[in-house]
């Protein structure tokens, strides 16, 4: 399977930048994941904290994303506000969502719309996420980190060898972990 890099550190998951990377920096959040959300994401999307982002890849530039994410392998988002599966974890590629939120509510009518706009989804070898700070909080596989800016992300393909009992438990694809349709209607 592939292994994600964000700078020197590697991922497994992913790493977030933006709302998701202040939630896990918060005290609260591992024992209260969904009150933490509940709490803080209203607050930081309508008064747009932290330090703006610009988002490059090739030639392509997102300028002020509230919210990035990498992944390692593209999700199949079919949903934008739902962490989505993974079909595969040996493409070779990234998976970059950057979201905008103009206000809490608009973001919520988009999500439940399905209307894409403020939501850039990118499947990419590397990104770059810039910041004009020394350093960016982010969350690394749900961790609380502090990465130094810039922060390159990138893919080693097929880095880690993965053994599985052929007729173990997980075969099917993951489903969504619970407490997703609370966080999309506060959103």
């Not at 506000?81 to 950057?98: I, K, M, Q, T």
């Amino acid at each position: 399977m592939d292994l994600g890099y964000a700078g020197e550190r590697a991922f497994v998951n992913n790493v977030s930048f933006g709302a998701y990377a202040t939630l896990v920096q918060d005290p609260a959040y591992r024992d209260d994941k969904l009150g933490t959300a509940v709490r803080i994401l209203p607050e930081f999307l309508a008064r747009h904290e932290g330090p703006e982002l610009v988002v490059r890849t090739g030639l392509l530039t997102v300028g002020g994303p509230d919210a990035v994410l990498v992944s390692n392998d593209p999700y199949q988002v079919d949903d934008p506000a739902g962490p989505g599966r993974r079909a595969h974890l040996d493409s070779g590629l990234l998976r970059v969502l950057a979201v905008r939120a103009e206000t809490p509510a608009e973001t919520a009518t988009r999500l439940r719309s399905g209307q894409p706009h403020g939501l850039t989804r990118l499947a990419t070898p590397d990104v770059v996420v810039y910041a004009a700070v020394p350093a960016l909080p982010a969350g690394l596989d749900g961790e609380a980190v502090s990465l130094p800016t810039p922060v390159r992300c990138r893919i080693s393909p097929r880095a880690l060898r993965v053994w599985v009992p052929r007729h173990g438990r997980g075969a099917g694809p993951a489903g969504r972990p619970p407490g997703w349709a609370a966080i999309r209607r506060v959103v």
